[in-house]
C-alpha cells in the first residue's frame, strides 16, 4: 500500500544493522562480561570504566554508520583475543566527547592504558587482525 515505506517492512534487525546486538548495555560497575563490548551512555561511564580497568579500547559511532555497524562483530573478537574491556559510545549523546576526541569521522577509536590514551586511529573499517594487532601493540 501507498505509505508504506521499505524501511517499515524491513525486519528489525536490518534496520538496527550490527548495533543490537553488540550495544547493549552492561553494567561497568559490576564484573563486566568483557567477552564483548560495553555500550556508555555519556563520559561519565567512560570515566568509571577506566578508573576499574588497565586496558580500555574505544570505539565512538554514530547510528546509522555502516561501517560501524560492521565493526560490531570485529569488536566482539578483539574483546575475546586482548586484555582490553571493548568499549562503545555514541558521541552524539553527549557532544563533549566530539571535542574531547576532536571526533571528525566514525569509527573512530581510542585506546588508553592506565586511564591515559596512548593511541587513536580512524580510517573506517578495521580487519580483526589488524585491530587486535594494534591493541597489542600499544598495550605492550
Known sequence: PRGYGTRQARPAHTRTGLRGVCHERVDVT????????VALADEDGLEDLLASNE??????????????????PVLTNVARATEAVVATVNPRNDPPLVERFAVRSVPKFVLFV??????????????ND???????AHAA
Do not use: N
Open 114 to 127: 592506565d586511564g591515559e590514551v596512548v593511541a587513536e586511529r580512524a580510517e573506517g573499517f578495521v580487519p
Open 55 to 72: 586496558y580500555v579500547l574505544l570505539e565512538l559511532y554514530t547510528e546509522g554508520c555502516s561501517i560501524c555497524a560492521s565493526m560490531g
Open 30 to 37: 559490576d564484573d563486566a562480561d568483557t567477552d564483548r563490548p
Open 130 to 136: 589488524d585491530l587486535v594487532a594494534w591493541v597489542e
